[in-house]
């Protein structure tokens, strides 16, 4: 039979309510006593009934994180750093996967507001104004990662994915490239690829280039998509010196395409990705990409949420980490 609250105090030589003070870490306990608390707990295999301590506390030290596609390289490493955080403050995680799913997303925002988890990490494929309506009406603490709101009134942790394209493209210039195409996703979503397009036309503009719709190709976030990307670019024009491409993935699609049709990468054509997956450094030719810290996304993203439950305050409402440019072999040198 497990060991109760009852049975704790009774080998601690102490009462119920101390320790459930030391369970709930108040400070009013000396030292010495929370250590023969701690150690009768550890010999009898004491575990707390979290059902029972959420309805006194109203906390269940679970959080949920949203991601939308698990099998995507991108993600896994944000929740390998938001579960590291969470274990140092002793936080389950439940994890959901929508699969790019805009109704599966809304049912797991009420499904996690139903298991009273204390907040949600939040990563969405597109913030359609009936989620950001559905968040406001559950209330439950958030912070956002990869992507933020228009209004910016939802913590969040990004980078400056319109900044960081505008890099990509300048980059892509550098290297002689003159003729850039597009392959990414929707234009008009509000998420951090709708962001890079717009990256991608500011840098054509700034460097006096003509916009050309004919090079410029959305689609999904898979290898099969740059794939179709680049095919149908090249059915329209074979005038074309870059590629800028807003996930790894989707870059590697794009290079398998080219690489059949015996156009070299990097002599013929720049390509450059987005995110630098660990398949980009291991991928021929290895993939130049940007860079995001996407461990320290999660970490830094769990730190927040954790922050907002405990109703501490935020130093920053909306953190923006750097990104940086990685250097490899599908750019000329």
Known sequence: ????????????????????????????????????????IDKLGYRPNIVARSLKTQKTKTVGIIIPDISSPFYPEIVRGAEDVSNIYDYNMMLCNTDLDFEKEMEYLRVLKEKMVDGVLYMSSSLKSNILELINKLQIPMVMVETTSEEGNIPSVTINNKQAAEDAVEYLIKKGSNNIAYIGTDKDEINARALRYKGYRSALKNNNLTFNEDITCFGGLKAKDGYEGMKNILEKTQNIDGVFCTGDEIAMGAINFLREKNIKVPEDINVIGFDNIYSAATFYPKLTTVAQPMYDMGSVGMRMLIKIINKQDLENQNYVLKHEIIERDSCRK
């Open 1 to 40: 039979m497990p060991a109760s609250i009852k049975d704790v105090a009774k080998e601690a030589g102490v009462s119920i309510a101390t320790v459930s003070r030391v369970l709930n870490d108040v400070d009013v306990v000396n030292e010495e006593t929370k250590k023969k608390v701690l150690e009768a």
